[in-house]
């Protein structure tokens, strides 16, 4: 019965271009990446490059570009890895029921007016809720204790761009890899924390773990076994352990290579050049779900304001800000899309469960670790920073 299903699955995914999804998918990821950077310099100039990269794709014609997307998927892939890993170490519980009822209440009406006005299939009107959600909490919660409701639909995008074919793996197999994937994750961690002391140069902090971010990414392909896992649970050891040890004196100093401006200017280039190369139609029914899901996404932040308060400092200016991302996000999403690309709805739903279940592993896993070698384990989350 298994491999009459998997035979069935097969033929279905298929039907549509797994190379066009991943497309994409790494379109979809460099943009939420480009509309979630925080270098004071270079954050204006965010709009810019994602409005030049859309003007482009409309405006002219198409230009074929030999791309080999393994490696451009490898370029995007791991530092955005890092920086989910870093928001899970400055990450904790809810502290408000009331917000992940506000949060889940919102990606339902998001998903709904995508898939109600603007047409769009189900699983993609789900991913793009889940990215317009969390990157709204994600702006929330900039100047707060974090909550893994900013930090969900990262690393559920980054799952589902290179576990593309989870819906046709065992279930046996894929906790395997992930199981797996953080051992040899944190492994790499510690060792990357030992190399480092032994350097012990501020200036060079970021490009040393820029590089092992890769590396760890290319060690977990290497081993067979989950890329994401181990990407995720290496750069999770370097910023708790180094945090633990002092290391790291506040969260700020914990390095996140996708805020470097090297890798800005990398993604930035990125974006532009696929925006080049590509010839976007403009879809206008599309649009009229952008219109009413930016409404919905209005309306849960003024729920959000009124029941689970953060702040009520410059209101008025950081819903404009809100507003402005989610709108370029939902439509270079829309423009960038390709039409032959596949996404099925199981895939999504599976790619958002290993976020949580990778979340949870990460979290709960090194905790014995650290007892093991006699060191007191300091989250950031915990920490009271002026």
């Known amino acids: 019965m298994e491999k009459i299903i998997d035979t069935v699955l097969n033929i279905t995914l298929a039907t549509g271009s797994l190379l066009e999804t991943e497309h994409g998918l790494v379109m979809l990821l460099i943009l939420y990446g480009l509309l979630t950077y925080r270098d004071e310099k270079l954050t204006k100039w965010v709009p810019v490059i994602i409005i030049g990269g859309i003007l482009l794709s409309v405006f002219t014609p198409v230009h074929e570009i030999t791309l080999f997307w393994p490696v451009i998927t490898g370029l995007v892939v791991p530092p955005f890895l890092w920086q989910g890993a870093v928001a899970i170490t400055k990450s904790g519980l809810l502290r408000r029921r009331l917000s992940?009822?506000?949060w889940a209440g919102t990606l339902f009406l998001v998903t709904f007016s995508l898939l109600r006005f603007g047409g769009l299939p189900f699983s993609n009107a789900l991913l793009l809720g889940i990215l317009a959600v969390t990157l709204v909490w994600y702006l929330r919660e900039l100047s707060v204790d974090r909550t893994y409701l900013s930090t969900l639909g990262l690393i559920a995008l980054v799952v589902l761009l290179v576990e593309i074919d989870l819906g046709v793996v065992s279930l046996q197999f894929w906790l395997r890899n992930l199981v797996s994937g953080?051992?040899?994750g944190f492994?790499?961690?510690?060792?990357?924390i030992s190399l480092y002391r032994k350097i012990r140069k501020p200036g060079r902090k970021n490009i040393f773990f820029f590089a092992w971010a890769y590396l760890a990414y290319l060690t977990g392909f290497a081993f067979g076994t989950s890329a994401i896992a181990t990407t995720l649970a290496a750069s999770l050891v370097v910023a708790v352990y180094g945090y633990s040890i002092g290391l790291w004196y506040t969260q700020k100093s914990i390095p996140v290579p996708s805020n470097t401006p090297f890798f800005f200017y990398l993604v930035s280039g990125v974006w532009i050049t696929l925006g080049w190369q590509a010839h976007a139609t403009i879809d206008l029914p599309a649009f009229g779900g952008i219109l009413a899901a930016m409404a919905v996404i209005t309306l849960g932040v003024l729920l959000a304001w009124r029941f689970t308060p953060i702040s009520t400092e410059n209101r008025g200016l950081r819903l404009v800000?809100?507003?402005?991302r989610v709108l370029l996000l939902l439509t270079g999403?829309?423009?960038f899309w390709?039409?032959?690309a596949f996404l099925t709805t199981v895939s999504v739903e599976i790619a958002l469960v290993t976020a949580g279940l990778l979340i949870i592993l990460l979290r709960y896993s090194i905790q014995p670790i650290f007892d093991l070698m006699g060191v007191q384990l300091s989250w950031p989350s915990e920490s009271k920073e002026s």
């Open 333 to 335: 999403s829309v423009l």
């Open 187 to 192: 492994a790499l961690g510690f060792l990357g």
């Open 182 to 184: 953080a051992a040899v």
């Open 338 to 340: 390709p039409k032959q």
């Open 321 to 324: 800000r809100k507003e402005i």
């Open 100 to 102: 992940l009822l506000i």
